[in-house]
Structures are given as C-alpha cells and as structure tokens.
Nanobody, 119 residues
Framework: QVQLVESGGGLVQPGGSLKLSCAAS????????MGWYRQAPGKQRELVAA???????NFADSVKGRSTISRDNAKNIIVLQLNSLKPEDTAAYYC?????????????WGQGTQVTVSS
C-alpha cells in the first residue's frame, strides 16, 4: 500500500508559477512510476506529466515546454513545477503512483490539491 500526499496548490495569477509536491510512504518508492494528473470541473482526469522508475519523462502537450517534473527517491517525493500558468490550468491536481508486478497492476492516488489560475 502506498500513501500519497500532495501539497503546493493555491491561487496564482496568469503567467505565474507553482510548485506541486507529492510525498509518498508505505512502499518502495523507487520502483513506482509516478505522475501528476488533473481534473477540471466537468472534464475527465488527464495526465499532466509522468516520470518512470528509470527517470523517463512524459508531458502532456498542453504543458510541454513550461513544466518540469522530478523525483527524489531518497526523500520519496516528486515535484511538478508549472510555469507560465494559464486559466485553463485551473484544476484539481492528483499525484499517482503505479507499477505492475507478476501480472497485477498497483495504482494509487493522492487526495488532490486545487490549483486556480485567475487574476
């Protein structure tokens, strides 16, 4: 079992930046692929950025070029940096950890943190 706790959300003006952190506990963090997803009201949850256990990174086209994601396996955290924020970035952001072992999928979610981009 993995517990994920997000922090760093809040209200930010368009063009601003925000850093979201996700702290993991309860399992061997380094073997999990980690990611950030977001869900705006009335929309489906979508991938924002992901980083595998091997360090490969993937971004959604909507945030590519203005976001970074990193992980610190010693501290069991991942960090998403969002820059040049737009009103359409407003959403609840969720941390995700997943892995596949012996044909079984393990998939965990945090409670989410709200990001609101508004002037």
């Amino acid at each position: 079992q993995v517990q994920l706790v997000e922090s760093g959300g809040g209200l930010v003006q368009p063009g601003g930046s925000l850093k979201l952190s996700c702290a993991a506990s309860g399992a061997t963090f380094s073997i999990y692929s980690m990611g950030w997803y977001r869900q705006a009201p009335g929309k489906q949850r979508e991938l924002v950025a992901a980083i595998t256990s091997g360090g490969s990174i993937n971004f959604a086209d909507s945030v590519k070029g203005r976001s970074t994601i990193s992980r610190d396996n010693a501290k069991n955290i991942i960090v998403l940096q969002l820059n040049s924020l737009k009103p359409e970035d407003t959403a609840a952001y969720y941390c995700n950890g997943k892995r596949r072992s012996l044909g079984k999928d393990y998939n965990y979610w945090g409670q989410g943190t709200q990001v609101t981009v508004s002037s």
